[in-house]
């Protein structure tokens, strides 16, 4: 069984890090990855540096900018993970563009993916129906499973669409805008949690998005399985670096 469907049946919430590999500095990929675990986060996604990262917002968009100025890249990340299952069982997701996946061969990708450990792929730019038409199969040979978004604005009919598609869970985008939000969770964003768990969907859902603390992770969380934080994480590791890391997780719950 896949890592990630593991960690989801598991009873409690589930806390997610997202971080930008090859930052702060191009090494610190797998230290932080196991510092995470170390401290015990639920599961990890892993970024994969893009020069035109059109999701994020200008935090993340600073370490991509930073990470590839460090000279990371798809190649070095894999040469970065080859020996992370040695040390860390939790599972392991890249969230990247598709155009670096692209580049490098989606086959090919998958296939590398599979050889470290990966068990799973955010690609916000790649649409379900692109999936099922070119992807599902070279996903499903390298045991790699897709996890899809949808935002206030996304209609009931493609919800249903990517819930009958999905293997892992649905990321849930808290609002329309880019990553990295200060501002919590308003009634309107309330609201959206509730009518996607009112639609009894079959696949769990996590939120990313707009949480940065203890009390964002909880109303994310009060009706889904767990919750992403990103930008917030990267503030961290930009003004604490690692020795930050253990207070930071802690505080999250």
Do not use: W
């Not at 296939?111 to 070279?138: A, T």
Request: aromatic residues 8%; glycine residues 8%.
């Amino acid at each position: 069984m896949n890592r990630i469907t593991t960690s989801l049946q598991q009873d409690k919430k589930l806390l997610s890090l997202y971080f930008t590999a090859g930052f702060p500095e191009i090494d610190d990929t797998t230290q932080i990855i196991s510092a995470l675990q170390e401290n015990g986060v639920d599961m990890i996604e892993i970024g994969l540096p893009f020069s035109d990262p059109l999701a994020d917002g200008p935090v993340i968009q600073g370490s991509s900018q930073a990470a590839l100025k460090n000279g990371m890249t798809t190649e070095k990340l894999f040469l970065q993970l080859e020996k992370v299952r040695e040390q860390v069982s939790i599972p392991l997701l890249i969230m990247g563009y598709f155009n670096p996946i692209l580049q490098y061969g989606v086959e090919a990708f998958c296939r590398k993916c599979k050889e470290v450990g990966v068990d799973g792929l955010i690609i916000p730019d790649l649409p379900v129906e692109e999936y099922l038409s070119h992807y599902r199969e070279i996903f499903r040979e390298n045991e790699l499973l897709p996890v899809f978004l949808i935002t206030p604005q996304t209609t009931e009919e493609r919800i249903r669409l990517i819930d009958s598609v999905s293997e892992a869970f649905i990321y849930l985008v808290s609002s329309a805008g880019v990553t990295g939000g200060t501002a919590g969770f308003g009634e309107e964003q309330k609201n959206y949690f509730k009518r996607i768990s009112e639609m009894n969907l079959r696949t769990p859902q996590i939120v990313g998005f707009g949480i940065k603390d203890a009390e964002t992770f909880r109303t994310a969380t009060q009706h889904t399985k767990g919750a992403i934080i990103g930008s917030a994480f990267i503030k961290q590791l930009q003004q604490e670096g690692m020795a930050g890391l253990p207070a930071f997780v802690k505080n999250l719950r």
